[in-house]
Each structure stands twice: as structure tokens, then as C-alpha cells.
């Protein structure tokens, strides 16, 4: 019975540190792919500006596939690329017309569906680069209003 449960515990050790490695190395398989797509994202931006950063990000989108995980995988760090392109491209005169701010919750979702039917797609992937668009926008300040002294 003794070596029944000493069998019982190695094995279960051994499932627990290879699922551990196995989420470990999950994790930082991701990282490196966040940050290569965040500094092709950043290496295409300086070529281009807004619009043309959300252009190639849609633009990727319609190319890639969505059969498998790793397609949709891929798909959704089109998303970092786009984070990445705006921190580097040019400002697109009246790019944000018409782009909810980010704390106008409902609008943006609605905001953000909506363009992705004008564009032709309709995932998840899509939504998240929209997203992308919104916190883009929402960088610029709101007008402030100024009041008369005494008149509030």
C-alpha cells in the first residue's frame, strides 16, 4: 500500500510541475508575441497616420484565417499591432469625428459594432481594434468651458 501512494504522489507531482511549466511557458509565449506585434505596430506607424494604421489593421484582419485557435489567436493581437501603430503614426486631420469617448460606455459599444459591419467584419477582433480607435481619441482632452465670473 506504501508504495501504492508513494507511485500516487510522484505522479501527481509530476502533473502539477509539467502543467505548471506548461503555464508558464503559455504565458511568456504570449508576452513575446504582444510585444513583436506592439513593435511591428510601432515600426509600421512611423510610415503612416491614423488612418492609415487602422487601414492595415483591417486590412489584416480580412487576410487573416479564422478556422483554427491559432488563426484566432493571431487574429486577436492584430489588436497590439494597432496600439503599437498609434503610438508612432502621424494625426489624421478629423480622424476622431464622430469617435465616442472611451467613458461613453454604451455609445462606444454601439460605436464599435457598427463600424466593424461597415467594414465587413464581424468577430471579436474587430470590436477590440475599434476599441483601439476609441482610447486613441479619448487622448485629446475635452474642450473645457469657461464661465464669466459670478455666472454659474
Request: proline content about 3%.
Amino acid at each position: 500500500m506504501k508504495k501504492l501512494i508513494v507511485i500516487a504522489a510522484a505522479v501527481a507531482l509530476v502533473i502539477l510541475v509539467g502543467g505548471a511549466a506548461c503555464v508558464l511557458g503559455g504565458y511568456f509565449y504570449h508576452r513575446r508575441q504582444v510585444e513583436a506585434a506592439r513593435d511591428e505596430g510601432e515600426k509600421f506607424g512611423k510610415t503612416t497616420d491614423q488612418r492609415g494604421c487602422l487601414q492595415e489593421s483591417l486590412r489584416r484582419l480580412r487576410e487573416q484565417g479564422r478556422d483554427t485557435f491559432l488563426q484566432r489567436y493571431h487574429r486577436a493581437l492584430t489588436h497590439d499591432f494597432t496600439g503599437g501603430c498609434f503610438q508612432t503614426s502621424e494625426e489624421t486631420k478629423d480622424f476622431c469625428s464622430g469617435v465616442p469617448r472611451p467613458e461613453e460606455f454604451t455609445a462606444g459599444l454601439n460605436w464599435r459594432v457598427r463600424q466593424c459591419e461597415l467594414a465587413g467584419l464581424d468577430d471579436g477582433s474587430c470590436t477590440n481594434v475599434m476599441w483601439d480607435v476609441i482610447k486613441e481619441c479619448g487622448k485629446t482632452p475635452l474642450p473645457t468651458v469657461s464661465y464669466p465670473e459670478g455666472r454659474r
